[in-house]
């Protein structure tokens, strides 16, 4: 997934340097960390070295333009997905503290990598006009107190200077949480709760937290195609190993 780039330690390191340091790491409280990380926790980050060219689905082999088994069988909705590390050690708690009990700095060296791993990883490409996050419901927004995802998208538009449309698509409805589903019932749960409730930019990136089965992703951007958009990336933090 990175081959030819900077490693993602480094481009983290790169990023820090030029924020605040000192204070402990996040992950094993050594004090010599910088914006939340120390160097030996930062190379701990499980990096996806080689993935499939469309889902970024964690692969054991690299070549060019692989595809995994699932999107040889049916393309999906989005043309490729830019994602840095596995949903693994230390990069699973990180998220789950954040996401789950409001603990905003135990992402941010997360967020910090993650905008300098997209921007290497568009090089030259267009970029997308818009980044939207994947959307939650008002109740589980209230009850969490905030969207990841938008978290997420805010951070990296900045970094990036492209806009955030957070309201171009809405959840119809409350589901089951997705962690607690196979494939399967993913697809079901999610069946038809997306809702696009404003024009749609032509290229835009779809922003998430992680990638688990691929479902929210494609029927989001499933809805998105149908409301105009032409090209749909998908970027998140981390991806399941399969």
């Not at 809405?170 to 024009?199: D, H, I, M, Y």
Request: hydrophobic share 40%; with cysteine.
């Amino acid at each position: 997934m990175i081959n030819g780039l900077k490693s993602l330690s480094t481009l983290i390191s790169q990023k820090v340097n030029s924020t605040k340091r000192g204070g402990r790491c996040v992950t094993c409280l050594s004090p010599h960390a910088s914006f939340g990380l120390c160097q030996g926790c930062r190379d701990d980050l499980p990096a996806i070295r080689w993935a499939c060219h469309t889902c970024a689905l964690p692969l054991p082999f690299a070549s060019p333009g692989l595809q995994c088994g699932e999107c040889q069988v049916a393309k999906p909705p989005f043309s490729r997905a830019l994602i840095p590390w596995r949903y693994q050690f230390p990069v699973d708690g990180m998220i789950g503290r954040y996401k789950y009990n409001g603990h905003r700095k135990f992402v941010r060296p997360l967020l910090a990598g993650f905008s300098e791993f997209v921007e290497q990883q568009l090089a030259a490409d267009q970029r997308p006009d818009a980044l939207i996050p994947a959307p939650m419901h008002w109740s589980r927004r209230w009850q969490r107190g905030f969207n990841q995802a938008l978290d997420i998208a805010e951070f990296v538009g900045s970094q990036l200077d492209i806009p955030v449309a957070g309201d171009v698509v809405r959840r119809r409805r409350r589901v089951t949480a997705q962690r607690k589903l196979n494939r399967a019932e993913r697809l079901v749960n999610l069946a038809g709760v997306f809702e696009v409730c404003g024009p749609v930019p032509a290229r835009v990136a779809i922003v998430d937290d992680v990638v688990t089965t691929g479902a929210t992703a494609k029927l989001l951007a499933d809805a998105l195609r149908d409301a105009g958009a032409r090209d749909i990336q998908v970027w998140a933090l981390a991806r399941t190993p399969g």
